[in-house]
């Protein structure tokens, strides 16, 4: 149980070292804000053209931002020992509230999108594995290349033009009725084609070893041969790799949910930045650095749980 | 392998035929000309091509002519002229990013492997919190730091994050070369370590250098021009890729040719930097 130890204690020190660059990083922020903050809030209180001089020294008088700097940043620290992440400036709602709101939006995004990934990518990464070299191993290559060199952003664009503007088939944006369906169908094609590779070249290398050979050899059913040999195997290939994909879901995260205007962490991140709402900022930062080092933590268990043998240095993501 | 690793030589495999290989030179040959004619576009289009920021009202989103091949905007601006900007922009802030980047990943992942101990326990744990943080947060929350718009902040965000994976890639490399018995019998010749870099660990990086460095370029356009898509990154009036995608919205049913330009340029530079990759497998 020493491995497992280890695994915690690793992912333990790194979730410590995240959570604290991202704070420094914050504190930084609200030290060298450009411009008036407090008419940058009141302009995402109250709309653009209501701003004035009151309504600023209102915001500056309420929120105590003509403190001393290291008055507010002591405060500061103190609330987050406490785990109070303060309240958004610019809605004055509880921080806390707000973000565990957005995280939920953010992982059911998540999870569908990750789904779609690996039922594409996974059926076309075995279907390429059959007859490497063949034409589905071709058209597989041509899919990854494909997915690969058009951004989320871009990807997000042309599904919403094509199925939204143009067939009407979903809304392009907002949480109604069908409006996850774009936003999980762009994250997830943008992952398919990565797990589609990966998947492909593992079972490929799986097939061709020596113990499939052998179970086939001494007359073991092809399909039982697939359960309990070849799809464990390549597990272990493909389980950290989904590690490694999740970060790069999170920041799809980001874009799609700007774009598709879907209420979660990188649509609330991306806002909090243009507002300079910084607790709003931190919070959501912190969550989703959080996120990663969970998801990776939960995925070296797994490797752990599926391939036992002691090996020599741990993949990391 | 690393597993970053293995996603950067995702797209490599090993030769395995004569066929292969010529594919694979051939798709090089065609990359390195596709990227010679955007940046040559990048850096003669500025200088031929009238000011990007010279409004005229009247020519207000006029359909592609001889005098303008791509039209103009919603301000009479030409877009021909706005894209070369853009992509001279987008270039020349990727190039730096990357050098910067490539520099010190090198010089932390040579360190790190050559002195190993609590230097490359400092170095690891550093870039362990790194690694953590996906890019576009790191240069999120730098850009947030900085006047809206600021190209030093992008510069800053973007080098920060892909310092990691040159560090990463580089320090493992360098262990294997370093604990290799060539560098053991050049240590024992007493050969000096200028010749163990030059020797040894320069002929080993060189390939991964340049997928990594071509790796780092994409990544740079596509964070740049993202953020300028979600409108955080730089700010109107500058001619940035993403940005003009998202200017072109509002007129996406009087002029659909807005922003078939940008996207194309985005496409094919992703495109050609993908195929510049050599064919190393890294392990």
Request: glycine content about 8%; hydrophobic content about 55%.
């Amino acid at each position: 149980m020493t491995r497992l130890g280890g695994v915690i204690a690793r992912r333990g020190a790194q979730a410590l070292a995240v959570a604290i660059g991202v704070s420094a990083l914050c504190f930084v922020i609200t030290q060298r804000l450009p411009g008036d903050i407090a008419y940058r809030i009141a302009a995402g209180r109250y709309g653009y053209d209501m701003v004035d001089a009151d309504a600023a020294a209102s915001v500056r008088d309420e929120l105590g931002l003509d403190r001393p700097l290291w008055q507010q940043l002591g405060e500061w620290v103190a609330d987050l020992l406490r785990l109070d992440l303060g309240r958004s400036l610019v809605t004055s709602q509880p921080v806390l509230t707000e973000v565990s709101h957005y995280l939920a939006a953010t992982l059911q995004l998540a999870v569908l999108s990750i789904v779609i990934a690996v039922i594409v990518g996974a059926g076309i990464g075995v279907v390429a594995a059959r007859r490497p070299g063949g034409f589905a191993d071709r058209f597989s290559s041509l899919w990854v290349a494909g997915v690969r060199a058009v951004p989320p952003f871009l990807l997000g664009l042309l599904l919403m033009i094509v199925l939204s503007a143009q067939l009407g088939l979903f809304p392009a944006v907002g949480h109604g009725d069908g409006g996850i369906v774009l936003p999980a169908l762009t994250l997830g094609l943008s992952l398919s084609g990565l797990i589609a590779r990966v998947t492909r070249d593992a079972v490929v290398e799986v097939r061709g070893s020596a113990y499939v050979e052998f179970a086939l050899t001494k007359g073991l059913p092809e399909r039982w041969v697939l359960v309990r040999h070849v799809l464990r195997n390549a597990a272990v290939s493909l389980v950290p790799y989904l590690g490694v994909q999740f970060v790069v879901l999170i920041e799809g995260v980001v874009v799609v949910e700007s774009l598709f205007a879907w209420d979660g962490l990188g649509h609330s991140l991306v806002h909090a930045v243009f507002w300079r709402d910084i607790p709003v900022l931190q919070a959501s930062a912190l969550v989703l650095a959080l996120l990663i080092v969970l998801v990776n933590t939960l995925v070296d268990l797994a490797v752990l749980g599926l391939d036992p043998r002691p090996r020599g240095r741990a993949v990391t993501a | 392998m690393s597993m970053l690793m293995l996603e950067q030589t995702v797209g490599a495999r090993p030769v395995r035929s004569s066929r292969q290989a010529r594919y694979i030179a051939w798709t090089r040959i065609a990359s390195l000309v596709g990227l010679g004619l955007i940046i040559a576009f990048a850096l003669v289009g500025p200088l031929v091509l009238p000011d990007p920021a010279a409004q005229d009202l009247a020519r207000y989103l006029q359909p592609p002519s001889v005098a303008d091949p791509l039209g103009t905007d919603d301000y009479g601006r030409s877009v021909a002229s706005r894209v070369a900007h853009a992509t001279r922009v987008s270039l020349l802030l990727a190039a730096v990013c990357v050098a910067t980047a490539l520099i010190l990943g090198c010089v932390a992942g040579v360190l790190s492997a050559w002195f190993g101990g609590w230097v490359d326990a400092l170095l690891r744990s550093i870039s362990e919190a790194f690694v953590a943080v996906p890019a576009l947060l790191v240069v999120l929350l730098v850009s947030a730091l900085a006047a809206p718009g600021s190209m030093v902040a992008l510069y800053v965000g973007l080098a920060l994050v892909q310092w990691v994976e040159f560090f990463r890639v580089v320090r493992a490399r360098s262990a294997l070369v370093l604990g290799s018995p060539a560098v053991e019998a050049a240590g024992l010749l007493q050969l000096g370590w200028p010749h163990v870099v030059r020797r040894h660990l320069w002929p080993a990086l060189r390939p991964l250098l340049v997928t990594l460095s071509s790796l780092g370029m994409v990544t740079s356009i596509l964070a740049m021009s993202t953020l300028g898509f979600v409108k955080v990154g730089l700010q109107p009036p500058r001619a940035e890729l993403g940005l003009m995608i998202t200017e072109s919205f509002p007129f996406y049913d009087a002029a659909p040719w807005m922003p078939l330009a940008p996207v194309a340029v985005l496409f094919c530079l992703t495109v050609c930097l993908l195929g510049l990759r050599s064919n190393e497998e890294g392990r």
